[in-house]
């Protein structure tokens, strides 16, 4: 098979896997996105990559968005939001993570392919992304390997999450356009 015959499995895939997000889930973290003071996403490895994109955008439609463990990330608490993106949902530093921002009472949103995992349980919403979990290779969930499905649902789903925030808060492109960095 060649690259863009893979190209159109991949998005096959995509298609599939995001068919199968439950719309309410989705409609949850929204309607928990908007009343938030502040909004901390989480994720490990590539997921982490995911989340810096998710927060990014949050911040040029004028969310008070931060990823975790930035150097200007400031503290947690009960009037915030903490998303945590985890295929598994049993990364040992995320489920501390969950369980400290659940000790201080903040709410919690859980993306990943577990909801039964540690992290999930924890969540007072959680979003299932049915896909490959990295340690779970012989599932037939994905031709790619290790967590790459979810990995690209993942990114997929926040800027549908996006979208939905900008439609329900009358944000819009211009305002984007404003608060992009502009010292490249």
Do not use: C, W
Request: overall charge negative.
């Amino acid at each position: 098979m060649n690259a863009t015959a893979y190209t159109h499995e991949i998005l096959d895939e995509l298609e599939r896997t995001l068919s199968m997000v439950k719309e309410k889930d989705a409609e949850n973290l929204v309607d928990a996105i908007l009343p938030a003071k502040k909004i901390f996403v989480a994720g490990g490895g590539r997921s982490g990559f995911m989340a810096k994109a998710f927060v990014m955008r949050m911040m040029h439609i004028g969310l008070d968005a931060y990823v975790v463990g930035e150097t200007v990330t400031p503290n947690l608490e009960s009037e915030d939001l903490f998303i945590v993106g985890s295929g598994s949902g049993e990364t040992g530093s995320l489920v501390a993570m969950t369980e400290k921002a659940k000790n201080i009472g903040a709410t919690i949103a859980a993306i990943t392919t577990n909801p039964a995992s540690t992290i999930g349980q924890l969540a007072d919403h959680t979003i299932e992304i049915p896909a490959q979990a990295k340690a779970d290779s012989t599932s037939g969930k994905s031709m790619q390997p290790m967590g790459s499905l979810f990995e690209q649902a993942l990114l997929l789903f926040y800027d549908a999450i996006i979208l939905s925030v900008m439609e329900k808060s009358d944000a819009h492109s211009d305002i984007m356009y404003g608060r992009h960095a502009n010292l490249e």
